[in-house]
């Protein structure tokens, strides 16, 4: 048995490594810190909507939801009815796109954010174990800390549309969470850069 | 007039090619025909070079990425098709796998000319679009123009060649492929294993599906080429559902190896369950498999000994008593088929059940292994002679006892016995029939089953209606008992390899402790044999010793107490993963040649109080095993300025904080407290 039980445990581990992340199931766990030095832990936010982005402004995917201001009202959106924004930076301290705290600060601002935090995620522990593969790539956990939605940002995968024409799923996901509903589009196939994941 | 044309024609120079460039793509957009007729279909080609490091996208860019779209203005008349994708490269990156084209592509768009298309110079223009990446991605867009001359005559660009060498890259028609796709299984969840067949030529060992995209369900990277029938190519892939029902057809490029060259074959397959009526025709084949394979069984070292003994039967038998011979046959021959039928209904059942079924799946079983361990040991006893088997016959002496008659209820023993043993030896022929069996309905199984039973049991039903045909054999006598002796020994073997696969599956004192309960057994079969059957005296205290001994040992081996720390394997990852779910973590560096681990072990880590710990904080225990000193472990171990084990270190609850280094000889009261603060 004791044979048996490492190499289990290995296959659990390769599994959850990677994309462990499951609709209807509880979002896994997480303490991170963000740019300015303070403490998110998702138990934190129970009886909260939180929305997790995985974010690298470099990549034109995100970028088109920027430069647009499209993403940050639906941020506002989000924030300003009481709910968690948080964006999850997983590029690698080695990538070019990665940010020191001080460029990300001057993002934050240059970028007139409304999210409710920027979590430092250059492990990438957070992007595995949710299974973020894009940037953007989104999630939605309704108060109970369950996870409703993951993938697409909306239905248009281009760097160049205009995200106000598009159908966006988290909007949607979070309107109907707050109206007390399950969302009607729960999973999706996430489209955008890669993340960018230390190796 | 024709030639004042063509003079017209070849007179308008103007065909250069439009060429742009981006960041790191340069394309240009180029026609196989610099002069057509109305009615012709000319091939258009946008050739994207990507320096080295970087690339652009497949048709589906798999898990990250764009396709490459071209958005064509064209003058009235001239229509585009849909581009034509050349076989992409399969970019595995990190865990997600993306499909792409590095270096050059050419991606073809047909242009059909109307018929009523006027003569004279065209100007096709063409905006492509693409995300190139190489460790970041850049959108890259260029807005191409190339010309064409309408006119009577044909001509071909100085880049037909060029383009007629993207087409042979383009996946061909799977025309005489046979290819088919069928859904292996019901679905776990959000995914569902699917099997795609087709054709394949010899030389082809590696294969691959790549899916066209779909906004509802993704066809995973992963792959596996599951075993089929020779000339068959089959492969195992991952579905993913993200909304709606499950796929009623899938589409894509079959990829396959063959000498060097890979090759692509357009498919769109209809997902099927999984076949049966095809291959009516060769389940007769499939059946003269099984007969064959069955026939076969009889002479693997694992029923060898079990028939020998049987032939030795009848040549005790044969003159005497042919027709008790013929009854005891037929009666062997219904103990296999019986057995047989139940193993058709188990595979039937866990097949229902939504189980993976395989030959032989029962080994997976520790408690049924180690059984049957035990039955082949007694066995190989029983041959030596150690003691006697008489079930239902008369009691046996070493002297009398082969040539005593079997009785029924024994011969009936003795075709489960062989059934059971014939399991773990697939016989050649055997593989392939029961693989048709597995994947087929309750009636074929059953069918293949029996089939399977009856090849082995043919020979002994013909012998016993046939004694003649033992002539062969030379006269009962002495060399009987030797044989009998000598056929113990394969048996032994048996039960070494038993052995092998029950240990398996039990650490290192059960194992001792099985082995022990063997040797206990053996002798309780001696005490038996030589007291309890062959003895006058005390017999019933023979019985009753030799009982309680056997039970006694198998007592130790078994039923320890099984309640252990649900230990798993260290890594920095798994370090890291229960971190970030803010779970204290307790690791162990051990070895088993580290005694004072081993001491640790027994008296400050698996006891109940230690076990009942960990629960109640929910922590996370990781064993490092450093038995044989892997690397990883090494580096750890210096990390925290050991050279060796043991190193017990437990991680707080609250992120970022240091593990505690616990010292290297332990106490309950050191491990509880450490917990207990790893809690807070």
Not at chain 1, 158 to 185: C, I, M, S, W
Not at chain 2, 362 to 374: E, H, R
Not at chain 2, 628 to 636: A, F, I, K, W
């Amino acid at each position: 048995m004791k044979r048996v039980l490492p190499l289990l445990a290995v296959l659990t581990f390769a599994g959850a490594a990677f994309g462990a992340a499951e609709i209807g199931q509880p979002a896994p766990g997480f303490t991170a810190t963000d740019i300015n030095g303070q403490t998110h832990k998702l138990s934190d936010y129970q009886g909260k909507i939180v929305v997790l982005e995985s974010y690298n402004l470099d990549c034109p995917f995100c970028a088109n939801h920027f430069k647009t201001g499209a993403m940050q009202e639906l941020q506002n959106e989000v924030t300003s009815a009481g709910g968690i924004w948080l964006l999850v930076n997983s590029v690698n301290p080695k990538h070019p796109s990665h940010r020191s705290t001080e460029a990300a600060k001057k993002e934050w601002a240059a970028q007139k954010m409304k999210a409710t935090a920027w979590l430092d995620d250059s492990s990438g522990v957070i992007g595995k174990a949710y299974g973020m593969r894009t940037t953007p790539h989104l999630f939605v956990i309704d108060k109970n800390g369950i996870l409703v939605y993951q993938g697409a940002i909306d239905n248009q995968a281009t760097p160049d549309h205009d995200p106000r024409k598009a159908r966006n799923y988290v909007r949607e996901a979070f309107q109907k969470l707050q109206a007390g509903e399950k969302p009607v589009v729960m999973q999706t196939k996430s489209y955008g850069c890669s993340v960018k994941y230390a190796e | 007039m024709q030639r004042i044309l063509t003079i017209l024609a070849a007179g308008v120079l103007a065909f250069a090619a439009g060429a742009a460039n981006a960041a790191h793509t340069q394309t240009r957009l180029v026609l196989s025909a610099t002069a057509a007729r109305p009615g012709d279909t000319i091939m258009a080609g946008l050739e994207l070079r990507m320096e080295p490091g970087w690339h652009t996208y497949w048709k589906n860019p798999g898990a990250s990425g764009m396709a490459t779209k071209i958005a064509w203005q064209l003058p009235p008349g001239v229509t585009a098709g849909e581009i034509q994708w050349p076989l992409p490269d399969k970019l595995p990156e990190a865990d997600l796998t993306t499909y792409v084209y590095q270096g050059e592509v050419m991606l073809l768009v047909p242009l059909k000319l109307a018929p009523d298309l006027k003569p004279g110079a065209l100007e096709l223009k063409a905006k492509a679009s693409w995300l190139e990446c190489e460790q970041i991605c850049v959108p890259g867009s260029a807005n191409l123009t190339a010309r064409i001359v309408i006119g009577s005559d044909t001509k071909p660009s100085p880049e037909a060649a060029l383009i007629a060498s993207w087409q042979t890259k383009l996946p061909k028609p799977a025309d005489g492929l046979s290819a088919r796709a069928w859904w292996e299984q019901a679905a776990s969840g959000d995914l569902r294993p699917l099997i795609l067949e087709w054709t394949a030529p010899a030389a082809s060992k590696e294969a691959d599906f790549f899916p066209a995209a779909s906004d509802t369900f993704e066809v995973q990277p992963v792959f596996e080429i599951v075993s089929a029938e020779s000339g068959l190519l089959r492969i195992r892939k991952m579905v993913k559902k993200f909304e709606g029902g499950w796929p009623k057809e899938i589409s894509g490029v079959l990829v396959q190896q063959a000498g060097g060259e890979r090759q692509g074959f357009a498919v769109i397959l209809p997902v099927g369950n999984a076949p049966t009526g095809a291959r009516q025709q060769s389940l007769w084949l499939m059946l003269f498999y099984a007969f064959v394979g069955g026939l076969i069984l009889n002479i693997m070292p694992c029923v060898l000994p079990v028939i020998a003994l049987k032939i030795l039967g009848f040549v005790a038998q044969s003159k005497e008593e042919p027709r008790q011979v013929r009854k005891l046959g037929l009666i062997y021959a219904g103990g296999v088929l019986v057995s047989f039928l139940v193993l058709a209904g188990i595979v039937i059942g866990l097949k229902t059940a939504g189980h993976k079924a395989g030959w032989g799946m029962q080994f997976g079983s520790p408690v049924f292994v180690v059984c049957l361990t035990a039955l082949v040991t007694l066995v190989a006893l029983n041959l030596f002679g150690v003691f006697e088997i008489n079930l239902g016959g008369r009691v046996m002496n070493a002297a009398g006892g082969l040539a005593s008659r079997h009785g029924a209820a024994g011969a009936f023993f003795n075709g489960v016995l062989a059934t059971v043993l014939a399991t773990p030896c697939t016989a050649p022929f055997l593989g392939t029939a029961l693989g048709f069996a597995f994947a087929e309905t309750p009636l074929i199984v059953v069918l293949m089953f029996l089939t399977i039973g009856a090849g082995l049991t043919a020979p002994y039903v013909v012998l016993s209606w046939q004694p003649a045909w033992l002539k062969f054999l030379p006269q009962p006598g002495a060399w009987m008992e030797k044989f009998k002796i000598a056929m113990g020994f394969p048996m032994l073997a048996t039960a070494v390899w038993l052995f092998l696969l029950a240990a398996g599956n039990l650490d290192k004192s059960r194992t001792l402790w099985f082995g022990l309960f063997l040797v206990a057994l053996g002798l309780a079969a001696w005490i038996w044999g030589e007291f309890a059957q062959r003895g006058t005296k005390h017999r019933g205290l023979a019985m009753a010793v030799s009982i309680l001994f056997a039970g006694g040992i198998g007592a130790c081996a078994f039923c320890q107490t099984p309640d252990q720390i649900a230990w798993q394997s260290w890594s920095p990852a798994a370090v890291a993963q229960a971190r970030a779910a803010s779970r204290p973590v307790f690791v162990d560096f051990t070895a088993d040649w580290c005694v004072t681990c081993q001491v640790n072990k027994r008296t400050s880590i698996e006891i109940p109080s230690v076990r009942a710990k960990l629960k109640e904080i929910n922590a996370v225990a990781l064993l490092g095993d450093y038995t044989r000193l892997p690397d990883s472990l090494t580096d750890e171990l210096s990390r925290f300025g050991r050279a060796g084990v043991p190193l017990v270190l437990v991680y707080p609850k609250a992120a970022g904080e240091p593990p505690m280094v616990l010292p290297a000889v332990l106490t309950p009261g050191v491990v509880l407290e450490a917990l207990e603060k790893a809690a807070r």
